[in-house]
């Protein structure tokens, strides 16, 4: 299924479909760029999306568009400007560009609070006057067992008759299976977190026990490493508090072990741009109608009922 990657960052969606056929990602971040260019082929296209030509979205022939824009308009910690945030701006043109160009799949993630902005009622206005039929859905990882907690909104608009989308749960690794057992203080100390900042912020930790079979960890935030506080969680380790290493965390979302991390980022940079990835398990099952043979299953199913 041809596929346009939009608002790309490290390349979530093509490690969670690898099915896809993405002929074109795109973002404005140079190092989201250079990390998605370790580990896939697709071109990437570094350049603002609210400048991007309607014409030139037109020509790639996209059936698919997946878009992950900006979550500061909506999300409870930013300043919920909603339409009026210049991050909103590149969507809103993007929104518009759907209704022109009607690609036959449209799909949206974002922050929990996305579905009662001023923005998603003009996307399903705009959308469902084009003849698209959409539907929302709110999904954590956690249910179906997933061990990291981030909810989202998930957004599927399609011309055609809307897809079977359901999320089975399945036997899953336990938190601790995804954490490295070689790190230790002595090794990498910049993981701890110092003890004046244990003392200051120690009942508002998410403190996760890595022994406990049923542990999970929190959502990780793009400010992981420099907000202590309802940025992510810390493990209990050593007679202290850690930071889960980058390798940790892309774990958690669910990046396999053969994803390449840069060698040239530093951590806070790697968990920023993490903090902006997507929860691969999720992505999985939600597109797992767009699999070969579960479209030409679905449009089958479609014909039959037209």
């Given at each position: ?88 701006q590149s969507f809103l043109h993007l929104i518009d ?210």
């Amino acid at each position: 299924m041809k596929t346009l990657e939009l608002y790309a960052g490290i390349g979530g969606l093509a490690a969670a479909c690898p099915w896809l056929d993405i002929v074109h990602a795109v973002d404005i971040n140079a190092d989201s760029r250079d990390w998605y260019q370790l580990n896939f082929e697709a071109p990437y296209v570094l350049r603002e999306l609210q400048s991007l030509p309607m014409q030139w979205l037109e020509r790639q022939h996209a059936e698919l568009w997946w878009m992950s824009p900006p979550c500061t308009p909506y999300t409870r910690r930013g300043n919920q400007n909603d339409l009026r945030d210049p991050r909103a701006q590149s969507f809103l043109h993007l929104i518009d560009c759907v209704q022109q160009i009607q690609p036959p799949c449209v799909v949206v993630e974002n922050v929990v609070g996305f579905d009662i902005s001023q923005t998603y009622s003009q996307m399903k206005m705009k959308w469902e006057r084009s003849g698209y039929q959409i539907e929302t859905l709110t999904v954590c990882p956690t249910a179906f067992g997933w061990p990291n907690r981030r909810p989202r909104i998930y957004v599927v608009a399609t011309r055609s008759i809307l897809p079977s989308i359901q999320f089975t749960r399945s036997p899953t690794l336990p938190l601790h299976a995804h954490l490295d057992s070689c790190i230790t203080r002595l090794d990498m100390p910049d993981l701890w977190l110092d003890d004046h900042i244990v003392s200051r912020y120690l009942h508002s930790l998410h403190r996760v026990d890595p022994s406990e079979p049923t542990a999970i960890a929190s959502c990780f935030a793009s400010s992981y490493g420099k907000v202590v506080n309802r940025a992510g969680s810390y493990l209990i380790a050593e007679g202290g508090y850690r930071r889960f290493s980058p390798r940790e965390v892309a774990n958690l979302l669910g990046f396999s072990s053969n994803f390449n991390l840069p060698e040239n980022l530093k951590y806070n940079r790697m968990w920023q741009l993490l903090g902006n990835s997507l929860s691969l398990p999720v992505i999985e099952q939600l597109l797992h109608f767009t699999r070969p043979a579960e479209m030409k299953a679905h449009l089958s199913r479609g014909n039959t009922a037209s």
